[in-house]
């Protein structure tokens, strides 16, 4: 499969807790990162997604959002992946951070160039990709 998603977590799902409509799934990535996604209760059922189960999740760079000053904050994002920046790759109209996180996975996010400047944002400096968990998409192989 090949899929323009930048960010691709491979793992296995922890919990699947049901809902009225959506269930909340929990991947443990390989490298130990804690991925929560929003699915419907039919994709839940057309997938099989159970716990044990591997499984990826895919999210496009434009749905992760940098932060860099959130020590304390209480966030609705359940995704809140931490590391220090590895790469910025800068354009006229946006910038490509890239975030290494510990366990070796990295987090791409795509934000506008003037947040990246005025955000003074650096390659070693410590960041956290935010990511809505109704903005993850499970896949599994059929």
Not at 19 to 34: M, Y
Not at 61 to 79: I, P, Y
Not at 105 to 116: F, G, P, Q, R
């Amino acid at each position: 499969m090949q899929i323009s998603a930048r960010n691709v977590f491979k793992g296995k799902i922890t919990a699947v807790k049901v809902g009225a409509v959506n269930s909340e799934i929990d991947l443990a990535t390989t490298s130990g990162d804690k991925i929560v996604a929003i699915v419907t209760n039919d994709s839940v059922k057309t997938l099989g997604l159970s716990v044990g189960m591997e499984a990826t999740a895919l999210i496009k760079a434009s749905s992760v959002l940098v932060m860099t000053e959130g020590d304390g904050l209480k966030l609705s994002a359940r995704n809140c992946l931490k590391g220090k920046i590895a790469k910025i790759t800068e354009g006229p109209v946006s910038a490509e951070i890239s975030i290494a996180l510990p366990g070796g996975n990295t987090v791409h996010a795509t934000i506008t160039h003037d947040a990246s400047v005025e955000m003074g944002l650096k390659v070693g400096s410590e960041a956290t990709g935010v990511i809505k968990a109704s903005s993850v998409i499970i896949a599994v192989n059929a």
